[in-house]
């Protein structure tokens, strides 16, 4: 080859390009050794992997957020503008309710359409409208503009921009697929959910008063039955929902389990007592102490003789003392039971479509406030057109509630 030429390295005894030594100057392409590996400098690790995945995570919970309040701001823009210009410019009443100030944007939003068009992008008729390419900050934008419209409907501007505000730090961090921290997504669901409940989202569900309605739970709550959230044990459930949270406003109170310790020991008797004052029915059925249920879960706990009854005991008089208050101690029952206990299970206006229920079963060496928690919603889920209506796990332990109370016994 003549002096320009590239020069490969010797072969080894007639096999050509397998000598393991490379020449001054030669790029070496050897592959990586380990299988599965495209080398070091590519590969992540677990942590990396962690990493990432809880960027993916959060990113995924606030774009749902954004895409329903983005949503509703284009159909509360449409239902308030629509019958303004479209009578006068037809097709192209959002562009006229641009008007010059948004000339710029808006023809954008014109041409991102017409490409959508010839690629095929427009997946449905009903998105075939510069509308539905308008971004959170274009839809803010028009709304600005002709506040005066907007006035009848909303009661305050500067909290539907306030919100507006907070959620373009995440809608900025969201599509450019950046880290978003915990805060600034609490910050998000937060604002989110006051810009809907402003807008009159309508649709609410009657339990979120006392358990509020996650995005994600209404887009992939088929996937779970009713259950809203799973807490490895007791503790972490009371930081995040706590017994006022719980009991608090109810208007009717069903209880079963061994000793009801998260009612007893963390809602106040004073406190019941306003809660049955004001009309709440409540229903308590413990474990009988004096069963041989009891002595058997003192042995599978390694407990002292004697010290799971004494407990209940003094858990069914403290609430004796609470019905003693009442000027209708009918409203408020005691029974005990004595067959095996398997769960305990507190449900919080069970018999209407507004319920929550907090359930734990009952493990061999685990004591109640180590069990890891069920949080149920009640009322009957949306299921899609020709399917029949499932019952969750609500009502399954309502009954087996109604079941075990039938078979009780009253304490006087």
């Not at 358990?211 to 044990?233: F, I, K, N």
């Not at 969750?392 to 016994?409: I, P």
Request: proline share 5%; charged share 30%; hydrophobic share 40%.
């Amino acid at each position: 080859m003549g002096s320009g030429g590239l020069e490969l390295p010797p072969g080894d005894e007639g096999h050509e390009g397998h000598s393991t030594e490379v020449p001054p100057g030669a790029v070496s392409l050897a592959r990586p050794m380990e299988t599965g590996s495209i080398g070091p400098e590519l590969d992540w690790d677990a942590d990396a992997w962690h990493e990432v995945r809880t960027r993916a995570q959060r990113a995924g919970r606030a774009y749902i957020w954004l895409n329903l309040v983005e949503q509703r701001l284009r159909a509360v823009v449409a239902a308030v503008l629509r019958p303004i210009y479209e009578p006068v410019h037809g097709d192209e009443w959002v562009v006229a309710a641009a008007g010059p100030a948004g000339q710029e944007w808006v023809q954008r939003a014109v041409a991102v359409r017409e490409v959508s068009r010839r690629k095929g992008y427009l997946l449905d008729p009903a998105d075939d409208n510069v509308l539905s390419f308008l971004t959170l900050p274009q839809l803010r934008e028009l709304m600005v503009q002709h506040w005066p419209c907007f006035e009848p409907y909303i009661d305050e501007r500067r909290d539907v921009e306030l919100a507006l505000d907070e959620l373009e730090v995440t809608r900025n961090v969201v599509s450019r697929n950046r880290a978003l921290s915990e805060a600034v997504l609490g910050q998000a669901e937060r604002a989110s959910g006051k810009l809907l409940e402003t807008l009159g989202s309508g649709g609410d569900v009657p339990s979120a008063r006392r358990l509020p309605v996650d995005a994600v739970e209404d887009m992939v709550g088929e996937r779970y039955g009713d259950v809203v959230a799973v807490h490895t044990d007791r503790v972490r459930l009371m930081r995040q929902f706590p017994a006022e949270d719980i009991f608090g406003g109810a208007r009717r109170l069903d209880a079963i389990g061994i000793g009801l310790n998260l009612l007893v020991q963390n809602f106040s008797g004073r406190r019941l007592v306003r809660l049955a004052e004001s009309g709440c029915r409540v229903r308590l059925l413990f474990l009988n102490p004096a069963s041989s249920s009891v002595k058997r879960r003192e042995r599978e706990l390694g407990l002292k003789r004697g010290e799971l009854s004494r407990a209940v005991e003094m858990n069914i008089l403290h609430m004796r003392r609470v019905r003693s208050k009442l000027r209708d101690p009918g409203a408020f029952e005691i029974q005990v039971f004595d067959e095996t206990p398997r769960f305990t299970a507190y449900l919080v206006d069970g018999d209407g479509s507004d319920g929550v229920a907090i359930v734990q079963t009952y493990l061999r060496r685990t004591r109640g406030m180590e069990a890891p928690v069920l949080v149920l919603r009640g009322g009957s889920r949306l299921v899609k057109p020709g399917e029949a209506e499932e019952s969750g796990l609500f009502v399954t332990y309502r009954e087996e509630f109604e079941v075990a109370w039938a078979d009780s016994r009253p304490v006087s």
